[in-house]
């Protein structure tokens, strides 16, 4: 069993009891029942909590006369994701630029917290990740849906011949169960890499040289945090697209 971080433990002991409950009732059964919340869960929370309160300091210094920095860095963000949307779907992209974004906060944040003494980055887990994923997946399959119909979507698994149906479909498939493998395994790989490799430096030398690391592991939770947005627009382009 690993050992409960401190915000892990707080989590716990204010939340142990519905938390049981709710998993009681899905019929799922922690290993440890007064501890169901493990680590990487309630490094979610903070993740999520933290950036309800960021959206929430932001909202409320809105201002057109004179906007704060933190507005300024969210209407870049927003004008960044917009603008890339538009160049990969085209029009009408612009009602999947919330998702996206919050989609990209909370990635970055995930990637990003792990640097904080005594926190982890729930990215270095597999099943956050791999939660993403599926959350992406589900999102560009349902606005597939919404854009084309259940029959219109339907028709992309099939090919541009009839006859290839058969042989279309299961290829299909698998290449969009294979994106959910590709970007778990893309975003748990590079950032559980970057906590261990930081962490052993630290461990060896703990001035100076780990400040390059830290640098690195910035730099990668930013690349991987975009890469995991580009995708997923790229899908959504696909998945929404009346030629694919």
């Given at each position: 069993m690993e050992p409960q971080l401190w915000i892990t433990d707080l989590f716990n002991r204010v939340l142990a009891g519905p938390v049981l409950g709710l998993l009681t009732l899905l019929r799922i059964h922690p290993n440890d029942p007064m501890h169901p919340i493990t680590n990487f869960v309630a490094m979610?929370?903070?993740?999520?909590?933290?950036?309800?309160?960021?959206?929430?300091?932001?909202?409320?210094?809105?201002?057109?006369?004179?906007?704060?920095?933190?507005?300024?860095?969210?209407?870049?963000?927003?004008?960044?994701?917009?603008?890339?949307?538009?160049?990969?779907?085209?029009?009408?992209s612009d009602r999947f630029t919330p998702f996206l974004i919050a989609l990209g906060l909370f990635i970055l944040g995930s990637n990003l917290i792990g640097m904080i003494p005594s926190l982890e980055s729930p990215t270095a887990n597999a099943a956050v990740p791999l939660g993403c994923a599926i959350v992406a997946f589900a999102y560009y399959h349902w606005q597939g849906i919404r854009a084309?119909?259940?029959?219109?979507?339907?028709?992309?698994?099939?090919?541009?011949?009839?006859?290839?149906?058969?042989?279309?479909?299961?290829?299909?498939?698998?290449?969009?169960?294979?994106?959910?493998?590709?970007?778990?395994?893309?975003?748990?790989?590079?950032?559980?890499?970057?906590?261990?490799?930081?962490?052993?430096?630290?461990?060896?030398?703990?001035?100076?040289?780990?400040?390059?690391?830290?640098?690195?592991?910035?730099?990668?939770?930013?690349l991987q945090a975009y890469i995991f947005v580009l995708l997923t627009t790229v899908y959504l382009s696909g998945a929404v697209s009346h030629g694919h």
């Open positions: 979610q929370l903070v993740v999520f909590l933290a950036l309800i309160v960021f959206f929430v300091i932001v909202r409320s210094g809105l201002s057109v006369e004179s906007p704060s920095r933190l507005q300024h860095v969210m209407e870049t963000i927003h004008g960044f994701v917009q603008d890339q949307s538009h160049e990969i779907i085209g029009h009408g084309q119909g259940a029959l219109g979507y339907a028709k992309h698994f099939m090919g541009p011949l009839p006859a290839l149906a058969l042989l279309m479909i299961p290829i299909e498939i698998i290449s969009h169960l294979a994106r959910v493998l590709s970007l778990t395994i893309r975003l748990y790989a590079n950032i559980f890499a970057g906590d261990m490799v930081t962490l052993v430096f630290f461990s060896l030398v703990p001035i100076g040289v780990p400040v390059i690391f830290l640098g690195l592991h910035v730099g990668v939770s930013l």
